[in-house]
């Protein structure tokens, strides 16, 4: 078998006669020949069903109780094969929701590609957005230089008409102040919670919640990691790092959620399914056209067109 692509040998399925092939990886091969001449028997029949024989039986014996078992293909070997789909010929239908990729069965491939390694953006600022996890953002930070301070802050109140936490910025003060805390960060100063009138905190925009200050050096994983995770456990899954890098004069502000959260326009988003990835499906349709792409004049969607 040669480096990088799919070897067949003895191939008899139908009217196949021992047929041997070679297939490339990342091309586009193309199997053409008269009607009857096994092209469907080599593809579909052949390599494919191999395929996917393969990836059934490589599932537990509790989910492949569930499943009929298939056949192994009249082959003598199949070699450099990777899971597969098929993709047959398609007959078109009057459907106006059908498009080539539903009539090729490939929608919900893609949605599925799509739900777990697409990337979301903000529709208003096109800032992409990237959930992380507590455990990932403790790493994260453990790689920046000795020396590097950093400020871990719990976001407590937020000026905004979509995302509210607290009622007014007083009230996040005495929330802080009640739960052991003594520092808070209004709109960029620093208060100690005691001395923090109402008149300081009144005008605020943001106020956080000075959770841990810490230095990079050996020996601070735990410590760092449990002041993340108390921060975003507080916020109800938000944080804020401030980081002033040796030589740096000015803090570097990293905003991190464990949620699909735009921290400049406040937006909070549902995580992405396959659902959200289907004009068939009130989840995912433009709320415009209802996943019909035209609008009721029958003109193109301005939405989603």
């Known amino acids: 078998m040669g480096k990088g692509e799919i070897t067949v040998r003895g191939a008899r ?33 052949t390599i494919f069903a191999e395929g996917r024989r393969r990836y059934l039986e ?13 056949p192994r293909p009249d ?3 199949v070699e450099g094969l990777a899971p597969a789909i098929s993709i047959a010929q398609p007959h078109g239908g009057a459907d106006p929701r059908s498009t080539l990729a539903t009539l090729a069965d490939l929608h919900g ?14 529709p208003e600022c096109g800032r992409a957005i990237r959930p992380v996890c507590a455990g990932a953002l403790a790493a994260k930070l453990l790689r920046e230089p000795s020396g590097t301070r950093m400020e871990i802050l719990s976001p407590a109140w937020v000026r905004s008409r979509r995302r509210r936490r607290e009622e007014t910025a007083a009230a996040a003060v005495a929330a802080a102040a009640r739960e052991g805390f003594v520092r808070i960060v209004a709109d960029g100063s620093h208060f100690a919670v005691e001395e923090a009138d109402a008149e300081a905190v009144a005008g605020a925009r943001r106020i956080d919640v000075v ?24 916020s109800g899954g938000e944080v804020r790092i401030l980081l002033r890098r040796p030589g740096e004069t000015a803090n ?15 937006l909070v988003f549902e995580r992405l399914e396959p659902s959200s990835f ?7 349709a433009c709320p415009d056209c209802g996943g019909l792409g035209v609008d009721s004049d029958g003109a193109q969607c301005r939405s989603c067109g």
Do not use: W
Not at 256 to 264: A, F, I, M
């Open 13 to 45: 399925t139908r009217n196949l006669r021992n047929v041997c092939v070679r297939l490339p990886h990342g091309a586009m091969t193309v199997v053409s020949g008269v009607s009857g001449s096994g092209k469907s028997s080599l593809a579909f029949d």
């Open 58 to 70: 490589s599932l537990p014996s509790s989910a492949r109780q569930y499943l009929e078992k298939l």
């Open 75 to 77: 082959v003598d070997v």
């Open 109 to 122: 491939h893609f949605r599925l590609v799509f739900a777990h390694f697409g990337t979301a953006h903000c």
């Open 211 to 234: 959770i841990d200050r810490i230095v990079a050096k050996d020996g601070i994983r735990t410590r760092l990691a449990d002041s993340v995770e108390l921060a975003m456990k507080r």
């Open 252 to 266: 570097t502000v990293l905003d991190e959620s464990d949620r699909l959260l735009c921290p400049g326009c406040d």
């Open 278 to 284: 289907s004009f068939n499906s009130p989840h995912g």
